[in-house]
């Protein structure tokens, strides 16, 4: 299983907004609503921001929106903080497997 | 409060063996799927494999480049994961994390803080 297509890098002002996209095929982005978008901040663990395409956890803000149109799937930061800066990861279910992008660093300039 | 803490990481030399385990609080852990994933230093992550809750028949999927060497586990009576790593090569030199995982959207949910996992001779 071949990792999702991420954009290695993205950036943006605080207040603006920024979009991350995640290229897949129809084995897995395509075939499913089963897409995940993860925050990683440097020396910590992942943390789920957006399931189910365009799910929020409890507690994640809604600065934070998901969506898909085919096999590519987005990940929209509205309103840009500075905290926001992180890498982010999207994840796609892929039948009996689990398969990640190669992951994009955002930057709040 | 979901926490998972992995332990056991180490400096293995190739073809070693190594157990990491996850000991899991704050849910019902016997109702649980989990999943390992790893991140090699300074790269993504990567999915590792996974493991269905012992109600729904304790089966696991693994990630090609571990299948065969790599063998998850779990005791639902002590609450823990297990990772058992055979054949260690370097390219398995990672943070290795526990999640749980959510069968309803396909993905992992809550991660432990990681342990990290070099192989070097």
């Known amino acids: 299983q071949s990792a999702l297509t991420q954009p290695p890098s993205a950036s943006g002002s605080p207040g603006q907004s920024v979009t991350i996209s995640c290229t897949g095929t129809?084995?897995?982005?395509?075939?499913?609503?089963?897409v995940s978008w993860y925050q990683q901040h440097p020396g910590k663990a992942p943390k789920l921001m957006i399931y189910?395409?365009?799910k929020r956890p409890s507690g994640v803000p809604d600065r934070f929106s998901g969506s898909k149109s085919g096999n590519t799937a987005s990940l929209t930061v509205s309103g840009l903080q500075a905290e926001d800066e992180a890498d982010y990861y999207c994840?796609?279910?892929?039948?009996?497997?689990?398969?990640f992008g190669g992951g994009t660093k955002l930057t709040v300039l | 409060e979901v926490q998972l803490v992995e332990s056991g990481g180490d400096l293995v030399k190739p073809g070693g063996s190594l157990r990491l385990s996850c000991a899991a609080s704050g849910f019902t852990f016997s109702d649980a799927w989990m999943t390992w994933v790893r991140q090699a230093p300074g790269k993504g992550l990567e999915w590792v494999g996974r493991i269905k809750s012992t109600r729904h028949g304790g089966t696991t999927d693994y990630a090609a480049p571990v299948k065969g060497r790599f063998t998850i586990s779990r005791d639902d009576s002590k609450n823990t994961l297990y990772l058992q790593m055979n054949s260690l090569k370097t390219e398995d030199t990672a943070v290795y994390y526990c999640a749980t995982y959510d069968s309803g959207s396909g993905s992992p949910t809550s991660w432990g803080q990681g342990t990290l996992v070099t192989v070097s001779s």
């Open positions: 994840s796609s279910y892929a039948g009996s497997s689990v398969v």
């Open positions: 129809s084995s897995d982005v395509g075939g499913y609503n089963f």
């Open positions: 189910g395409v365009s």
